[in-house]
């Protein structure tokens, strides 16, 4: 999750895109301006998502030093044949995701944590320290608490209590996994 020097370029550029599309929309209330509102606020708002997805919500959901990423999403994709995938809402430490905008995939040495748009973050089986059901309003949730270095606790994730993800989540506490 190391920014490249493409990736702050083009930060940069999104940046000066955002401040001069707001510069022109503000101006153009009063006067006419050389460049239409219909052409430089889309591509404000565009540079916006952007700024958003690549550097403003990953700094909510990931700790600002990633630690072992890489090495943790290796360690949980050869732990095992996937459990269960599914899409979901929920919430990771303090940002929500109304809607399935959630990829989880679960292994039996962890699962990975996947937010539209932004980078996977692995929890491994021996970071978590409680998973839970738990009913919010009228929506049954799991809740995973755990030590990870890759993503915020705790983790709130919208599934029924049929699907297979929620099944997998539970089996994961289950200590006869833990010697595989």
Do not use: Y
């Given at each position: 999750?190391?920014?490249?020097?493409?990736?702050?370029?083009?930060?940069?550029?999104?940046?000066?895109?955002?401040?001069?599309?707001?510069?022109?929309?503000?101006?153009?209330?009063?006067?006419?301006?050389?460049?239409?509102?219909?052409?430089?606020?889309?591509?404000?708002?565009?540079?916006?998502?952007y700024l958003l997805f690549q550097f403003i919500f990953p700094r909510m959901l990931y700790p600002s030093s990633p630690h072992n990423t890489s090495e943790g999403i290796d360690k949980v994709h050869l732990s095992g044949t996937e459990l269960a995938i599914g899409l979901c809402g929920?919430?990771?430490g303090m940002l929500?995701?109304?809607?399935?905008?959630?990829?989880v995939r679960v292994f039996p040495g962890g699962l990975l944590i996947k937010p539209l748009l932004m980078p996977a973050a692995p929890i491994l089986r021996e970071e978590i320290t409680v998973i839970q059901e738990k009913q919010q309003l009228l929506t049954s949730m799991i809740e995973l608490i755990h030590t990870s270095k890759s993503i915020h606790s705790p983790l709130r994730l919208g599934f029924s209590k049929?699907?297979?993800?929620?099944?997998?989540?539970?089996l994961l506490q289950d200590p006869i996994l833990h010697d595989h």
């Open positions: 999750m190391k920014a490249t020097p493409v990736k702050i370029i083009l930060g940069i550029a999104a940046a000066v895109i955002v401040a001069f599309g707001f510069i022109n929309f503000f101006v153009s209330i009063n006067t006419p301006t050389r460049i239409p509102i219909l052409i430089s606020h889309p591509l404000a708002m565009l540079a916006m998502a929920g919430s990771i929500h995701f109304r809607g399935p905008l959630i990829r049929n699907s297979s993800v929620d099944a997998a989540l539970l």
